[in-house]
């Protein structure tokens, strides 16, 4: 696995614009932005919030341009924040 991760790094400084590797940590608030959830579920209970359990494929930023990273969400209660 790291030597896949150090592949991954050294072909994103081969490219221009350079490309960013981003990893989104656990227990992070969902966002639709900079993530996708793996399994399709993007609806929750209004009495929980979307968070990240953790990041299956990491996310990269080419330019202006974003790649999400792919995470396992799991729902916090709101009254647990």
């Known amino acids: 696995m790291a030597s896949s991760i150090w592949l991954l ?10 490309v960013e590797i981003f990893q989104v940590e656990r227990g992070v ?7 996708e959830d793996v399994l399709g579920k993007s609806s929750f209970p209004w009495s ?8 299956v494929v ?6 202006g341009t974003v ?12 009254n647990d924040l």
């Open 9 to 18: 790094q050294k072909l994103a400084y081969s490219f221009r614009p350079t």
């Open 67 to 78: 790649i999400q990273s792919q995470v396992y969400l799991m729902s916090q209660k709101c």
């Open 29 to 35: 608030e969902f966002s639709m932005v900079y993530m």
């Open 58 to 63: 990491p996310g990269f930023k080419v330019g």
């Open 48 to 55: 929980t919030v979307p968070i990240v359990g953790f990041t």
